[in-house]
């Protein structure tokens, strides 16, 4: 099974600032890794695929890149309503493991 | 619009069974494969279980095999998770959630709001 690993697990942020969060799979994933964002109480949101594709609605502040076992999820000028809890997810294969979740807040 | 609607989630003591639905609308529930996913209190996200938009396959977590049983009636456009032998470490938030295209590496597009199933006596 692929093992999916994030970095770091929490961040403190400031509005406008710019936001990396990066995630490792244990093998190659090629292009296949997904990020949601999960506010609490919520279900999550898909907010890009396949390593770099936007979902429908997401803002263009959001992007991710990467491929391989090494990919990235980038916030800039970060909103107040982006403070939550980001996900990355392979698809590669079954069974289709998270990352244990990185949490952005307030500073 | 694409909607998933959970319902059946509870309080259950160990070792009995629960069964969660998830009921689909505004796409069609028959051309896309369905997950469930799972998150105790505080903790990540787990994938749990999928199965094919025809219901020919199914896959599951190593934790849950031989006692959950993904299942799905297209013709009432509805997901299920029968779950058996429940334990306390089962208890979590369970998400429904779909793959986005037909693909073989579909993100999950949608969600549903989430059934909580929690394991006590």
């Known amino acids: 099974d692929i093992q999916m690993t994030q970095s770091p697990s929490s961040l403190s942020a400031s509005v406008g600032d710019r936001v990396t969060i990066t995630c490792r799979a244990s093998?190659?994933?090629?292009?296949?890794l997904n990020w949601y964002q999960q506010k609490p109480g919520k279900a999550p949101k898909l907010l890009i695929y396949?390593?770099?594709t936007l979902h429908s609605g997401v803002p263009s502040r959001f992007s991710g890149s990467g491929s391989g076992t090494d990919f990235t999820l980038t916030i800039n000028n970060l909103q107040p309503e982006d403070f939550a809890t980001y996900y990355c997810?392979?698809?590669?294969?079954?069974?289709?493991?998270f990352g244990q979740g990185t949490k952005v807040d307030i500073k | 619009q694409v909607q998933l609607v959970q319902s059946g989630g509870g309080v259950v003591q160990p070792g009995r069974s629960l069964r969660l639905s998830c009921a689909a609308s505004?796409?069609?529930?028959?051309?896309?494969?369905v997950h469930w996913v799972r998150q105790a209190p505080g903790k990540g996200l787990e994938w749990v279980a999928v199965?094919?938009?025809?219901?020919?396959?199914?896959y599951y977590e190593d934790s849950v095999k031989g006692r959950f049983t993904i299942s799905r009636d297209n013709s009432k456009n509805t997901l299920y998770l029968q779950m058996s032998s429940l334990r306390e470490v089962d208890t979590a938030v369970y998400y429904c959630?779909?793959?986005?295209?037909?693909?073989?590496?579909?993100?999950?597009?949608?969600w549903g709001q989430g059934a909580l199933v929690i394991v006590s006596s």
């Open positions: 997810q392979q698809t590669f294969s079954t069974p289709r493991a």
């Open positions: 396949a390593s770099s």
């Open positions: 505004g796409f069609s529930f028959s051309d896309y494969g």
């Open positions: 199965i094919s938009h025809d219901g020919s396959n199914t």
């Open positions: 093998q190659s994933l090629t292009k296949y």
């Open positions: 959630s779909k793959d986005r295209g037909y693909g073989e590496y579909e993100p999950f597009d949608y």
